[in-house]
Antibody, heavy 120, light 110 residues
Framework: EVQLVESGGGLVQPGGSLRLSCAASGFSFSTYGMSWVRQAPGKGLEWVAGISDSGVITSYADSVQGRLTISRDNSKNTVFLQMNSLTAEDSAVYYC?????????????WGQGALVTVSS | QSALTQPASVSGSPGQSITISCTGTSSDVGGYNYVSWYQQHPGKAPKLMIYDVNYRPSGVSNRFSGSKSGNTASLTISGLQAEDEADYYCNSYTTSNIRVFGGGTKLTVL
């Protein structure tokens, strides 16, 4: 059974940093791309970042380019999202998702989400 | 990259068919056959219902179907059921090697 478990969410001050982790199990982690998608309270889905199976290729939404960094550790079946220079607009539930294939593809399994709140 | 355009809401009665549209540009929807649709119930994670315009993942009912014409993609749900009431989001690959979501459509089953 595919499982994705996010951790690391919480309350952070504006301008601060946070690192989300997503532990994956139940599939061959190193052969699939992964994505992060977020959803602000009461709002729609926003694709944030994607990473290839090897971790060599990454892609970012314009809104987070330069501030958020996706990475992965295939030895630990974990994908990360390092978030810097956070603003209130980054407050959202952050979902980790397994892609259908390598690259920037659709996501067929999702975690339960990690809530990030940026506030003073 | 702008979000794809979806109607804010649609509704239908049980047993009827409804269609949700998703309009983009030649840089996303119109340029690639990489359009997908997600269903999201309140408080739940999204669920992939359609990928690559018209393919259903294993386990998704064949009442759900997708299509595309030019820069507009569509999701059709036939034989509407109460459990179909949810938010639906389209998603497309773009020329910038990223993906973009639509604003979402709230489906109400009357």
């Amino acid at each position: 059974e595919v499982q994705l478990v996010e951790s690391g969410g919480g309350l952070v001050q504006p301008g601060g940093s946070l690192r989300l982790s997503c532990a994956a199990s139940g599939f061959s982690f190193s052969t699939y791309g992964m994505s992060w998608v977020r959803q602000a309270p009461g709002k729609g889905l926003e694709w944030v970042a994607g990473i290839s199976d090897s971790g060599v290729i990454t892609s970012y939404a314009d809104s987070v380019q330069g501030r958020l960094t996706i990475s992965r550790d295939n030895s630990k079946n974990t994908v990360f999202l390092q978030m810097n220079s956070l603003t209130a607009e980054d407050s959202a539930v952050y979902y980790c998702a397994k892609n259908l294939a390598d690259g920037v593809s659709d996501s067929d399994y999702w975690g339960q989400g990690a809530l990030v709140t940026v506030s003073s | 990259q702008s979000a794809l355009t979806q109607p804010a809401s649609v509704s239908g009665s049980p047993g009827q068919s409804i269609t949700i549209s998703c309009t983009g540009t030649s840089s996303d929807v119109g340029g690639y056959n990489y359009v997908s649709w997600y269903q999201q119930h309140p408080g739940k994670a999204p669920k992939l219902m359609i990928y690559d315009v018209n393919y259903r993942p294993s386990g998704v009912s064949n009442r759900f179907s997708g299509s595309k014409s030019g820069n507009t993609a569509s999701l059709t749900i036939s034989g509407l059921q109460a459990e179909d009431e949810a938010d639906y989001y389209c998603n497309s690959y773009t020329t910038s090697n990223i993906r973009v979501f639509g604003g979402g459509t709230k489906l109400t089953v009357l």
